[in-house]
């Protein structure tokens, strides 16, 4: 990427919804305990919206939140991309929605499903409009309502995810900093190890796919696991390598949150010592494609994010998804 044009984030936003989930709500769901949770995943609490709030709802928030930190009419965009799971409905898009939340006319934009690496991808979709010199301002989100898909009588799912959302905005960098190179893959032998079945074309909704619970989130956890810890380091080492880094000259990883096992695990592989990795999956449980905004933001509000910094975002998905992006920060 280096002979294009690069783009950098002027602007982050995040928005999650008041409503708290703790593990000892779990405990009077399901048969689990907090101490079960915490050891296993890192999760003390998510969040997660009410009625009638949706996808939509929590990406126009990111977004606003986003341009008035860089003091941007909606209308100065020029494209959209809602990275996300959950769509309000599987048709119009997400960005359609929000676009009209926003108010931001005259601009273009879609959805893109790459589930927990959703945002990352679309990070890098924003970043490819603005190196093609066609755009100069791209506002890229991802928001997910994962409580919306969820069998809270599973508890092998239930406990891990939460609702959330995250905005930045993309402009050409001229100054050295941005987004410098980026590894993903997609892998589909894996999708069966973590999907929702049912409300597709492959099987519609109908009765007996709701009777079959079809329509939440199934999962191979083991499977998942081992895959993300292997790939969310290989991906990582690739992109730093072919750019000349070693993991000691990472100053921030910002990893997907799935569970604070996977992002140890990949952090030692990498070298990386805990003060180098962004963790808030400790509030926020894993909410797909607003992990990696949500956690720009802590390192941002813990002072650990400076201009310049190299920071190393990695995540892995179902699908499977992979996906590493090495940036220097720039806001
Ligand atoms: C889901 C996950 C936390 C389970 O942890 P694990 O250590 O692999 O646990 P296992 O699946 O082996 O289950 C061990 C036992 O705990 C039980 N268990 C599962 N969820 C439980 C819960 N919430 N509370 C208590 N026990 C639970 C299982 O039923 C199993 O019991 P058994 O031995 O009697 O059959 C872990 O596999 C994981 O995080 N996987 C990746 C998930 C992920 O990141 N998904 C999103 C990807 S982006």
Redesign the pocket.
């Known amino acids: 990427m280096s002979d294009h044009r690069r783009a950098k984030i002027t602007a982050l936003g995040t928005y999650v919804p008041p409503r708290v989930l703790t593990n000892h709500d779990f405990e009077r769901m399901?048969?689990?305990?907090d101490e079960?949770?915490l050891t296993?995943?890192g999760i003390r609490e998510r969040h997660v919206v009410d009625k009638p709030m949706a996808t939509s709802d929590m990406a126009a928030e990111a977004a606003k939140c986003a341009l008035a930190k860089r003091g941007m009419s909606p209308k100065e965009l020029d494209a959209l991309v809602v990275a996300t799971v959950t769509p309000d409905m599987l048709f119009p898009s997400t960005a359609c929605l929000v676009q009209h939340k926003l108010g931001a006319a005259g601009l273009w934009g879609f959805d893109l499903s790459a589930?927990?690496s959703a945002f990352v991808y679309a990070l890098q979709v924003g970043a490819q409009f603005i190196a093609a010199g066609s755009h100069e301002r791209v506002m890229v989100i991802g928001s997910d309502t994962m409580s919306s898909i969820l069998d809270y009588t599973d508890?092998?799912t239930c406990?891990?995810f939460g609702d959330g959302a995250g905005a930045v905005v993309l402009e050409p960098a001229e100054d050295g900093v941005g987004l410098i190179d980026f590894e993903h893959e997609i892998d589909g032998s894996g999708a069966c190890s973590?999907y929702m079945p049912g409300g597709g074309s492959l099987n519609p909704s109908t009765h007996e796919t709701v009777d079959k619970k079809m329509h939440f989130v199934h999962?191979d956890?083991?499977a998942?696991?081992k895959y993300?810890v292997r790939k969310m380091a290989e991906a990582s080492e690739t992109v730093l390598s072919r750019n000349g880094f070693k993991g000691s000259d990472v100053s921030l990883f910002v990893p997907?949150q799935?569970?604070r096992r996977?992002i140890m695990s990949a952090a030692d592989r990498l070298g990386l010592k805990e003060d180098r990795i962004i963790i808030n999956i400790d509030e926020y449980g894993?909410t797909t494609a607003g992990t990696i905004p949500l956690a720009l933001e802590s390192a941002r509000q813990q002072g650990r994010l400076k201009k310049g910094d190299l920071v190393l975002i990695a995540a892995?998905?179902?699908g499977f998804t992979v996906g590493a992006t090495l940036l220097r920060w720039a806001c």
Request: contains cysteine; positive net charge.
């Open positions: 399901v048969e689990t305990s079960w949770i296993r995943t589930a927990c508890r092998a406990i891990l973590l999962q956890g083991q998942v696991f993300a997907h799935a569970n996977i894993n892995v998905g179902a």
